[in-house]
């Protein structure tokens, strides 16, 4: 079981984490979803298509992307955040702002997913000290080398075992968190509010990225549920050669299955009727 804000998430079988992005620069889908109306129709039809779990993100996290001011994330965020936990059931905010963490956490988010891994602070304050204070948040660290602005134009050396380092490095980021002196006691442990994800594409070659998928099974050594985020990434792209992100649908969701088939729990996607449809073929070949 997943412990999240307000809800306890089953993950004996794989769960959807539906892509709600309200950036006007995301790679695949920004500028589609500029106010609250049409973020929150595109968040109910993720979730009449079969995802579990929406993750809101106001902040594009694409390489290159230009940081984007603490105020401007609030304004994108927070009045999609305060309809969205309306609709019962766990909402995840995508930011590595710990300002922002604090805020989504006092409006009401079950999850903080950040690229970041809780390694951040910002004017004194903590991300990791924000979630661990909380209590009962889920977590989502994700493995990144560098940043965005620099991470493909400097990626990981194609001489390092890619799935090794990001063993390596994810163990230390999980030991940071639980070593965090909390303010009170925690609810509940970090092992039961802790998934890794190993970044693909966030400082990762074409081939480094293809090995974390074909050894993913080497992350669970870590001892904990591994989220999935192959969704119109570009490695898809240099595979198949469609130029198109919005175009990828048939290669994310063999990504998908291929992930969870190597044991994600979560797979972060943006097209989830292809990927529920695609993962019931495959749980009933796996009864």
């Known amino acids: 079981m997943w412990q999240t804000t307000r809800f306890q998430i089953d993950l004996t079988q794989p ?13 695949s889908d920004g500028g589609k979803l500029g106010n609250v109306p049409s973020a ?19 902040e594009s996290s694409r390489p290159g992307a230009p940081p984007v001011p603490l105020e401007e994330e609030l304004a994108r ?20 702002k ?3 963490m604090q805020a989504a956490l006092d409006a009401g988010a079950d999850i903080i997913n950040d690229i970041w891994a ?23 660290a994700m493995h990144m080398h560098r940043d965005p602005q620099t991470m493909q134009l400097d990626p990981l050396p194609e001489s390092e075992d890619v799935v090794q380092r990001v063993k390596h490095d994810l163990l ?22 802790l998934l890794i994800d190993a970044g693909i594409g966030f400082g990762k070659t074409v081939a480094q990225n293809l090995s974390l998928l074909a050894r993913q099974r080497e992350l669970l050594e870590l001892g904990y549920p591994l ?35 190597r044991g994600a729990s979560v797979v972060r996607v943006h097209d989830a009727l292809e990927t529920a449809l695609a993962l019931k073929v495959w749980q009933a070949a796996h009864i």
Not at 44 to 52: F, I
Not at 122 to 139: E, F, T
Not at 174 to 192: G, M, S, T, V, Y
Not at 246 to 255: D, F, L
């Open 15 to 27: 769960k959807i984490m539906g892509i709600v992005n309200l950036t006007p620069d995301s790679f």
């Open 118 to 140: 809780f390694r951040r602070v910002d004017a004194r304050l903590s991300s990791a000290q924000v979630v661990m204070d909380h209590g009962r948040c889920g977590l989502v």
């Open 40 to 58: 929150m129709q595109h968040a109910e039809q993720l979730l009449k298509d079969g995802a579990h779990i929406l993750d809101l993100g106001a």
């Open 227 to 261: 989220l999935a985020g192959w969704s119109r990434k570009s490695t898809l792209g240099a595979i198949t050669g469609i130029e198109s992100a919005s175009e990828r649908i048939i290669p994310s969701v063999a990504a998908a299955v291929l992930a969870v088939e």
């Open 172 to 193: 230390l980021f999980c030991e940071h968190l639980a070593q965090i002196p909390c303010r009170r006691e925690a609810d509940f442990a970090l092992k039961n509010r």
């Open 98 to 100: 710990p300002q922002v």
């Open 77 to 96: 965020l927070m009045p999609v955040l305060e309809e969205a936990v309306k609709l019962n059931v766990p909402i995840s905010v995508d930011t590595y």
